[in-house]
């Protein structure tokens, strides 16, 4: 049973950066490809920066591609997502997740295959 926590999430205005942190611990995690994925309110959610650990391939919703930076340190048993050049749109409640054996296209579309899900932490950007 894997345990995903997240945190680093806040507000800051239009132009601004936020780094967030998901802690993943359980049996065998460095084996799980870790997703953040996005659910704004009235939408559905949405995966946006993800990372196999099969490959190491990264993927990125084009919306954030350029701006967005997943990467994850083993030792720490965390990955990240910077979020540079935030917008308003960006504003949602972010949740990282895990599934192993999945490319990381793959994990950011598929979100009814995901295995394990964090309880999630709010981005709020103002203009």
């Known amino acids: 049973q894997l345990q995903l926590v997240e945190s680093g999430g806040g507000s800051v205005h239009s132009g601004g950066s936020l780094t967030l942190s998901c802690v993943v611990s359980?049996?065998?995690?460095?084996?799980?490809?870790i997703g953040w994925f996005r659910q704004a309110p009235g939408k559905e959610r949405e995966g946006v920066s993800c990372?196999?650990?099969?490959?190491?391939?990264?993927f990125y919703d084009e919306f954030v591609e350029g701006r967005f930076s997943v990467s994850r340190d083993n030792a720490k048993k965390t990955v990240y997502l910077r979020m540079n050049s935030l917008k308003p749109e960006d504003t949602a409640v972010y949740y990282c997740?895990?599934?192993?054996?999945?490319?990381?296209?793959?994990?950011?579309?598929?979100?009814?295959?995901?295995?394990?899900w964090g309880k999630g932490t709010l981005v709020t950007v103002s203009s």
């Open positions: 997740a895990a599934r192993q054996f999945t490319s990381a296209h793959a994990l950011c579309i598929t979100a009814g295959h995901i295995e394990y």
């Open positions: 359980g049996p065998n995690s460095n084996t799980y490809g």
């Open positions: 990372l196999s650990a099969t490959d190491g391939g990264t």
